[in-house]
T-cell receptor, first 114, second 114 residues
Framework: EAQVTQNPRYLITVTGKKLTVTCSQN?????MSWYRQDPGLGLRQIYY???????DKGDVPEGYKVSRKEKRNFPLILESPSPNQTSLYFC?????????????FGPGTRLLVL | GNSVTQMEGPVTLSEEAFLTINCTYT??????LFWYVQYPGEGLQLLLK?????DKGSNKGFEATYRKETTSFHLEKGSVQVSDSAVYFC?????????????FGTGTRLTVIP
């Protein structure tokens, strides 16, 4: 089954404790992206990657890191989480050519930083 | 730049009522337009899309027409059901910038009551 998976689905942590949210897709998509969803703000892009070893900042990259060492995986790293990073996070992937750019989303990771 | 403005919610309708959720956009290039739906506790799913002017996307009784002259992509359904209760996001994707980045509206929560 074609899918994007994220782990963990729910996470409670404390300020400053490094964490990683994993994202994996099995569709051989070149493009992957992380979003955060906050009430009244919709989804905002954190980072994206157009292919292996190619990453770039989205609209709200501060406090986050990513890596793309393999095509299927795109982990999101919070080196020193803060309460303002409490949010619902979505990973997405897609092909990268005109007409095929529909993004497929993972189930989401709900993060609470105390 | 790219942006999406969609109708503020929440929207509450009775079953079998007509639904319209307005969406307008600003884009620098020639975007593809999307409606995504998020059911309670789940990730985003693509509902429909249109990739060029005058295209009509449709799925599950929902429709939206890409109107370049009014920069709009309004979502409509003739007869809503309780199972349509969800949050609906309008989004655009513009490959002109070299990356498949989605720009989302803030979302409209729809509740359908029996």
């Amino acid at each position: 089954e074609a899918q994007v998976t994220q782990n963990p689905r729910y996470l409670i942590t404390v300020t400053g404790k490094k964490l990683t949210v994993t994202c994996s897709q099995n569709m051989n998509h070149e493009y992957m992206s992380w979003y955060r969803q906050d009430p009244g703000l919709g989804l905002r892009q954190i980072y994206y990657s157009m292919n292996v070893e190619v990453t770039d900042k989205g609209d709200v990259p501060e406090g986050y890191k990513v890596s793309r060492k393999e095509k299927r995986n795109f982990p999101l790293i919070l080196e020193s989480p803060s309460p303002n990073q409490t949010s619902l996070y979505f990973c997405a992937s897609s092909l990268w050519r005109a007409g095929e750019e529909t993004q497929y989303f993972g189930p989401g990771t709900r993060l609470l930083v105390l | 730049g790219n942006s999406v403005t969609q109708m503020e919610g929440p929207v509450t309708l009775s079953e079998e009522a007509f639904l319209t959720i307005n969406c307008t956009y600003t884009a620098t290039g020639y975007p593809s337009l999307f409606w995504y739906v998020q059911y309670p506790g789940e990730g985003l799913q693509l509902l429909l899309k249109a990739t060029k002017a005058d295209d009509k996307g449709s799925n599950k009784g929902f429709e939206a027409t890409y109107r370049k002259e009014t920069t709009s992509f309004h979502l409509e359904k003739g007869s809503v059901q309780v199972s349509d209760s969800a949050v609906y996001f309008c989004a655009l994707s513009d490959l002109l910038g070299g990356a498949n980045n989605l720009f989302f509206g803030t979302g409209t929560r729809l509740t359908v009551i029996p």
